[in-house]
């Protein structure tokens, strides 16, 4: 029998994000979860996501235990399973995955029996470049961006082609110094909400290629 059951532990670590892509309020209960849930939440590729959707019963020494794996990731593309998600530490993992063992074999099997797969995920595919651009960039908000500086960095982008950061932010500085810092908060959005283009996988730096989206 497999039923949702919502499991919140109140830490120092636990809390809630604003998810836009769920249009909801999501949970996490640990500092590489909150990090997982941004990745999600910007990744071109994930159409929505879960955070405890399923709880797993299993048999261990004839007993019935539960596993509550931590999120479901549905992607965009409709021939990509959806993923159901284990977030823990790598060394957690190592050092504990005989005791695991048995909830992660009743999770493999009930994946097979939804069409999902079954993703164990720690800190070496959570905290990578990627994720510290968009902690740098979550910080830009809408509602503190100069709408003339943000018309004025996506023309610039436009007419320059393949670019830098810092190619466009001299160029305005040359033509009206007054507005530079202006400039700079409104490139940061620009590419936080992906109206200017660049990879994201490597680090975000003043000379990194942009593009035009």
């Not at 020494?61 to 530490?89: A, G, M, S």
């Not at 982008?157 to 932010?169: A, H, I, M, W, Y």
Request: with cysteine; net charge positive.
């Amino acid at each position: 029998m497999v039923k949702r059951k919502f499991i919140t532990k109140y830490t120092s670590l636990s809390g809630v994000i604003s998810s836009k892509k769920n249009l909801t309020h999501v949970w996490f209960e640990s500092a590489l979860e909150k990090d997982f849930a941004l990745l999600l939440e910007y990744h071109p590729t994930v159409n929505r996501y879960t955070e405890q959707p399923v709880t797993i019963e299993y048999m261990v020494n004839d007993k019935v235990r539960v596993y509550t794996p931590d999120f479901l990731v549905h992607f965009k593309d409709p021939d990509q399973k959806p993923w159901l998600c284990e977030i823990k530490y790598r060394d957690d993992f190592s050092m504990n995955f005989k005791k695991y063992k048995a909830k992660f074999k009743a999770a493999v099997q009930f994946c097979k029996e939804q069409g999902w797969e079954f993703k164990l995920i720690s800190e070496n595919n959570i905290r990578t470049p990627l994720l510290e651009n968009l902690k740098f960039l979550n910080r830009y908000e809408k509602e503190y961006v100069d709408q003339n500086c943000y018309d004025l960095i996506l023309n610039r982008v436009n007419d320059l082609g393949s670019t830098t950061p810092r190619e466009v932010l001299v160029s305005i500085s040359d033509a009206n110094p007054s507005i530079h810092a202006k400039c700079v908060y409104a490139l940061w959005y620009a590419l936080r909400i992906s109206k200017v283009g660049c990879d994201y996988s490597k680090p975000l730096t003043l000379e990194t290629e942009l593009w035009k989206q």
